[in-house]
Structure formats: C-alpha cells, structure tokens
Nanobody, 124 residues
Framework: QVQLVESGGGSVQAGGSLRLLCAAS????????MGWFRQAPGKERESVAALYTSAGSGTYADSVKGRFTISQDNAKNTVYLQMNSLKPEDTAMYYC?????????????????WGQGTQVTVSS
C-alpha cells in the first residue's frame, strides 16, 4: 500500500515562496506519474503540475507555468513543488497524488493514491 505524506505548506505574503514535499512509502516513485493538485474552499479540485518520474520533466497548468517547478529525488522517494511568486489565488489545500491510471495527467480522478494535503495560504 502506497502512502503519500505532504509537508511544507504555510502562510506567506504575495510574492513569496514555498516548497512542498511529497514523501512516498510502500513503493518506489520511479516509473510513475506523480501529480500535485489543489482545492480551494467551494471550488473543484484542479491540477497544478505533474511529472513522469522516468522522464524527469514536468507539465504544468497554465495558471502556475513559469512560477512553479515540480521535481523529484528518487533516492529519497520524494517529489517536490517549488512555488515562487505566489499569489492570493494560489491559496488552497495542496495534494500529492501518484499512480495515474488510464487518463491524462490533469485528470485527478485517474490517480490511485493520495496524500492528506498541506495548506497553502497567500495573503495580499
């Protein structure tokens, strides 16, 4: 059974930075799609970024492109999300997901494993 644990969330002012971590256990992240998603109160869960760990390059939602960077450390079985130039509209609970099955990277329902989330709050 795969377990994902997110950390690194917090409260920052607009323009600030945070780095989220997703530590996986129970299976290797190697050769899998790993994704970050977010959900603000009253809104649908939306895609943020994803990475096919064997390819090493990420793909991003338009809203975060150029500001966020997804990366991996296979030795630590961990995926990161570096978030720069944060905006108030980035405020949300951020979730890590793994093991995409039969869908596109941005389709959150196609991911099999989820973490509990880490809160990111950006004030203006």
């Amino acid at each position: 059974q795969v377990q994902l644990v997110e950390s690194g969330g917090g409260s920052v002012q607009a323009g600030g930075s945070l780095r989220l971590l997703c530590a996986a256990s129970g299976d290797t992240i190697s050769g899998k799609w790993m994704g970050w998603f977010r959900q603000a109160p009253g809104k649908e869960r939306e895609s943020v970024a994803a990475l096919y760990t064997s390819a090493g390059s990420g793909t991003y939602a338009d809203s975060v492109k150029g500001r966020f960077t997804i990366s991996q450390d296979n030795a630590k079985n961990t995926v990161y999300l570096q978030m720069n130039s944060l905006k108030p509209e980035d405020t949300a609970m951020y979730y890590c997901a793994s093991d995409l099955r039969g869908g596109a990277w941005y389709q959150w329902r196609r991911y099999h494993y989820w973490g509990q989330g880490t809160q990111v709050t950006v004030s203006s």
